[in-house]
């Protein structure tokens, strides 16, 4: 069992930054892919970027490129998500999510996982 916890989340200004952090924790486990979702009100929850665990490969949601980065820590088995020019379309509950194994040949979609958090609020507002 791995448990996730999410950090960083809170309001904004339109064009500034939030850094989002994810920890997983668990006995014995190893991670093979972590990645972000968001689901805004009224919403599905949407993919916005994964990063693969061994070789660091990544992958970001068209909506997000050039202004997200997802980056990763092994030793503190910990996934960020740096958002940037943040706009108030952007404003949802963001989820992290992890998997142990290559269950899937994609990491951009929900049941490319096993494990989730609890999510954080991200508003971007002035």
């Known amino acids: 069992q791995v448990h996730l916890v999410e950090s960083g989340g809170g309001l904004v200004q339109p064009g500034g930054s939030l850094r989002l952090s994810c920890a997983a924790s668990?006995?014995?486990?190893?991670?093979?892919?972590m990645g972000w979702f968001r689901q805004a009100p009224g919403t599905e929850r949407d993919f916005v970027a994964a990063?693969?665990?061994?070789?660091?490969?990544?992958v970001h949601a068209d909506s997000v490129k050039g202004r997200f980065t997802i980056s990763r820590d092994n030793a503190k088995n910990t996934v960020y998500l740096q958002m940037n020019s943040l706009k108030p379309e952007d404003t949802a509950v963001y989820y992290c999510?992890?998997?142990?194994?290559?269950?899937?040949?994609?990491?951009?979609?929900?049941?490319?996982?096993?494990?989730w958090g609890q999510g954080t609020q991200v508003t971007v507002s002035s």
């Open positions: 999510a992890a998997r142990l194994t290559r269950k899937t040949m994609t990491m951009t979609k929900r049941g490319d996982y096993d494990y």
């Open positions: 668990g006995r014995g486990f190893s991670l093979n892919a």
């Open positions: 990063i693969g665990w061994t070789y660091g490969s990544m």
